[in-house]
C-alpha cells in the first residue's frame, strides 16, 4: 500500500501566532503556496501593541515573525525587517517590520494585500493570512465573572478562564476561511494555549469552515510547560475545553515531544522533537519528520 506523504498534499493549513506558527510553516516550507498559515491578531503587548493603540490596526507581530522565520535567503531586505529600535525616544523597541506593515496597511486596501507585498518582497512562498483584517481583543471571563481584556493581562490570570471571546466579534478573513474548507491537513500549534492558538478558532466564521472541512486536525504539543493560567489544568483538560467552546470533535491526532508527554485519550504520537543545541524549541527537521509519520498514519486509505 503506498502511504499518503505531506509532499501529496495540496492543502496544508497551520493555525496559530508567535514564534510556535513561524516554527511549523519554516519546518514545512518545503509545500510553498500549498502551505497556509492563519495568524492570531489579537495581541496588545510590546511594539505591536503600541501601534495598535495609535493607529487601531490589527496586531502585526506575530505576522512578522511568521514572515522573518519563512525567509530562507537573508539580505538587506529582510534585515530592515526584523531591526528593532534601540535608543531612547519615540521609536524605541519598535521593530521596522511592524512600521512597514502598518504603513503599507495604510496604502493598501486590505491587510492582506500588505502581507502579500511584504512576502512577494522577501521572496517568501507559504501563503500567510491575518486571522482577520478587523482590530479585536482577547477576552477573557474568570470564574467570579469578571472580564479581563486584552492578551497581556490573560497571560497574568492566576486561573482559568471559564469562557474566553474575541470582542468585537469580527469577520474572519474570506481567504482563511476558504483555505480552511478546502485543506486536506490542519495543524494547531504549538504556543500559547488561549493566547495563540485559541483566537482564530473563536471566530463564528472559522468555526463554521471547521465544521464544514474534511482535514484531519493534528495538535503540536509545546516543549516547555505552559506559563500563564493554561498552565493550571493538563492538555487533556484544555484540548476537551477547546472542543467544548467549539461545539464539535475537532482533534485527530497529538504530536508530543518525548520528554513532554501527557495521558490523552486522543491518538497520540510521541517523537523527539528538540533541538539539539536549544532544547526549548522544535527542529525543523525533526517536526517535519514527526508531522510526515503521523500523516503516513491518518491519512493513507485503509485497502
Not at 525587517?81 to 486596501?109: I, P, S, T, W
Amino acid at each position: 500500500m503506498l502511504q499518503t506523504s505531506l509532499s501529496d498534499l495540496d492543502k496544508v493549513v497551520a493555525i496559530g501566532g508567535g514564534h510556535g506558527l513561524g516554527r511549523v510553516l519554516s519546518s514545512l516550507s518545503f509545500l510553498g503556496p500549498r502551505l497556509t498559515g492563519i495568524v492570531t491578531t489579537t495581541d496588545n503587548g510590546g511594539s505591536t501593541g503600541r501601534l495598535r493603540h495609535s493607529e487601531n490596526c490589527i496586531a502585526w507581530g506575530d505576522l512578522r515573525n511568521c514572515i522573518n522565520q519563512l525567509v530562507t535567503q537573508p539580505d538587506i531586505g529582510s534585515l530592515l525587517f526584523e531591526y528593532r529600535f534601540q535608543n531612547e525616544g519615540e521609536l524605541k523597541n519598535h521593530n521596522l517590520g511592524n512600521l512597514m506593515l502598518v504603513a503599507l496597511d495604510n496604502l493598501c486596501v486590505r491587510p492582506l494585500d500588505a502581507v502579500n507585498l511584504i512576502r512577494n518582497m522577501l521572496h517568501v512562498e507559504c501563503q500567510l493570512i491575518p486571522m482577520s483584517e478587523q482590530p479585536s481583543d482577547l477576552i477573557a471571563v474568570t470564574p467570579c465573572g469578571n472580564n479581563v481584556h486584552g492578551e497581556v493581562s490573560v497571560d497574568k490570570m492566576h486561573e482559568f478562564p471559564n469562557h474566553l471571546t474575541v470582542q468585537p466579534n469580527v469577520a474572519a478573513t474570506l481567504e482563511a476561511v476558504q483555505a480552511i474548507e478546502k485543506a486536506e491537513l490542519i495543524l494547531l500549534g504549538p504556543g500559547s494555549f488561549l493566547t495563540s492558538i485559541m483566537p482564530p478558532l473563536l471566530l463564528n466564521d472559522i468555526q463554521q469552515a471547521l465544521r464544514r472541512t474534511n482535514a484531519k486536525v493534528i495538535f503540536l504539543g509545546n516543549l516547555k510547560h505552559e506559563i500563564g493560567p493554561a498552565s493550571t489544568i493538563s492538555l487533556q483538560e484544555r484540548l476537551q475545553w477547546c472542543e467544548n467552546t467549539l461545539g464539535f470533535p475537532l482533534i485527530h491526532a497529538v504530536i508530543q515531544d518525548i520528554d513532554k508527554q501527557s495521558a490523552l485519550t486522543y491518538p497520540t504520537y510521541v517523537h523527539d522533537l528538540r533541538e539539539d543545541v536549544n532544547k526549548n524549541y522544535h527542529d525543523r527537521v525533526k517536526l517535519k519528520e514527526a508531522i510526515e509519520s503521523v500523516v503516513n498514519h491518518i491519512l493513507t486509505p485503509v485497502r
